[in-house]
């Protein structure tokens, strides 16, 4: 690899001093290396990360955070099909794979071209209120429909491929890729699923039931959640959020209809170990 590209998360790097040593290393060997801070931005089309910005014959994009700055980054800069890798400048981390001590030594390894390159799914959601649409967006993690306001259960109601399968009065429903399956919907119970795999994971958050589980689906099958009425049978309010970013609101009677995006986000492995032994890692340090 020649040529890079840092998006850095300025809050974790402040003043860009890790980033600049970074940029200083890579050009001391020779190769290309351009930097974006994220920042959050209110206007369309990105939210953080402007791709239009990455230079054309970009190899790589080098994304310093934490797992939460690798999710805006993908979900900014998919369409441009360039390979991201995550340094983790936090906390325990799946998704960005270096850290801090080893981050020289990863770099060689780019430059040597020593490494594999992963494909993560990625999904869709678009909410109707009726036949109209009033949002849509992405996410490489989860899409998760909840309540909005006073702590109080709400109705949900879910469809496969418009067949109906069941309903949930619950706090509200996560619907997860395999990448996603470590974040949010293992906290609440759900399957640890190998991150490239593909396939769809429906779990519901805090269920007011004794017989609700996790469903896993093939990655092509649509899924349709519908927000039902509140408790005392009135008008709720509830939010669908994409990896844990953007919201779009919704009340009842509004659906989103969830399926596989068209495209995927390509994570850089470097380590060559099994998900196995990297997941027996992360519980240990957990």
Do not use: W
């Not at 890079?4 to 790097?13: G, M, P």
């Not at 054309?56 to 980054?73: E, F, S």
């Not at 991201?84 to 020289?104: C, H, K, T, W």
Request: charged share 25%.
């Amino acid at each position: 690899m020649d040529k890079f590209y840092i998006i850095t998360n300025s809050d974790k790097d402040q003043d860009l001093a890790f980033t600049g040593k970074i940029v200083s290393y890579l050009e001391k060997h020779g190769k290309e290396c351009r930097v974006q801070p994220a920042e959050h931005k209110v206007d369309r089309p990105y939210r953080y990360t402007n791709p239009g910005l990455i230079p054309d014959g970009t190899q790589c994009i080098i994304v310093l955070g934490g797992d939460g700055t690798l999710l805006q980054a993908a979900r900014d800069v998919v369409h441009r099909g360039i390979p991201l890798l995550g340094i983790n400048l936090g906390n325990l981390g799946f998704l960005a794979e270096v850290d801090r001590q080893s981050v020289y030594p990863a770099l060689d390894q780019l430059m040597m071209g020593d490494y594999e390159v992963e494909e993560r799914m990625m999904l869709t959601g678009t909410v109707y209120r009726g036949e109209d649409i009033i949002g849509s967006d992405i996410a490489l993690n989860d899409i998760v429909i909840g309540r909005e306001g006073p702590l109080r259960v709400v109705r949900f109601k879910n469809y496969v491929n418009n067949e109906y399968l069941n309903s949930y009065n619950a706090d509200g429903i996560i619907i997860s890729t395999p990448t996603g399956s470590t974040g949010y919907s293992l906290s609440t119970g759900g399957p640890i699923v190998s991150p490239n795999a593909s396939m769809t994971i429906m779990t519901p958050i805090a269920p007011h039931t004794l017989n609700t589980r996790s469903i896993i689906f093939p990655a092509e099958d649509v899924i349709t959640v519908e927000l039902g009425k509140g408790r005392h049978r009135d008008r709720e309010k509830g939010l669908a959020a994409f990896d844990g970013d953007t919201v779009i609101p919704m009340v009842t009677g509004d659906r989103i209809v969830i399926r596989k995006a068209s495209v995927s986000t390509k994570i850089l492995k470097l380590n060559h170990l099994s998900f196995v032994e990297v997941l027996r890692q992360k519980m240990r340090n957990s």
